[in-house]
């Protein structure tokens, strides 16, 4: 798999060169596969090691854990692949993840409403892949539900590590952030 994302990015980078701004549609789909490959060893990776965390102390360790180590986690992969990934929210638990430019306010809503991964090239010649993050495990809801399913010491970590917290009141299925990868 690494040595296939290697040699697609090779292929997306001499592409990148192109002078227009406009993708065919063969090159948005491999800038789409590229972005959902990354996207998805991102998530496979941030979830082993909360459920990692989770099983060596609890759930109350794994909110400590996120808080010193996800950003870390998602710079050093973004390092590796030589892209630049963010994980944001309109609920954001750290305000590092919170929307803020106009394009992710619109991908935000458009993500609202279509939940499907989509490519969007900025007037800068950037190409960005954009892609739903779905609630879709119940040890989630131990940290992003309702009052009912966080424990009060795992809410008590929360509100130490993320005192302007917004990222709870979910339920399964919801949209609960969206993948941003600036690609190369």
């Known amino acids: 798999m690494t040595i296939r994302l290697l040699l697609l990015m090779s292929i997306l980078s001499l592409m990148a060169c192109k002078d227009n701004q406009t993708l065919t549609t063969q090159e948005e789909e491999q800038y789409l596969q590229l972005g959902d490959s990354i996207s998805n060893i991102m998530q496979k990776e941030l979830l082993k090691n909360v459920k990692q965390a989770i099983q060596q102390r609890g759930i109350d360790y794994a909110v400590d854990f996120c808080n010193v180590k996800a950003i870390p986690l998602t710079d050093s992969l973004s390092m590796f692949n030589n892209v ?92 609960r952030g969206m993948w941003k990868i600036q690609l190369k």
């Open 84 to 175: 630049k990934i963010q994980r944001l929210s309109d609920k954001n638990r750290n305000p590092n993840n919170a929307i803020h430019s106009q394009a992710d306010k619109m991908a935000w809503e458009k993500l609202s409403t279509d939940k499907t991964d989509f490519i969007e090239v900025e007037s800068s010649k950037d190409i960005f892949y954009y892609k739903p993050i779905i609630l879709a495990l119940p040890t989630c809801l131990k940290c992003h539900g309702s009052s009912s399913d966080i424990a009060g010491t795992t809410q008590e970590m929360i509100d130490l590590k993320y005192p302007a917290d917004k990222a709870v009141g979910y339920t399964m299925g919801d949209l």
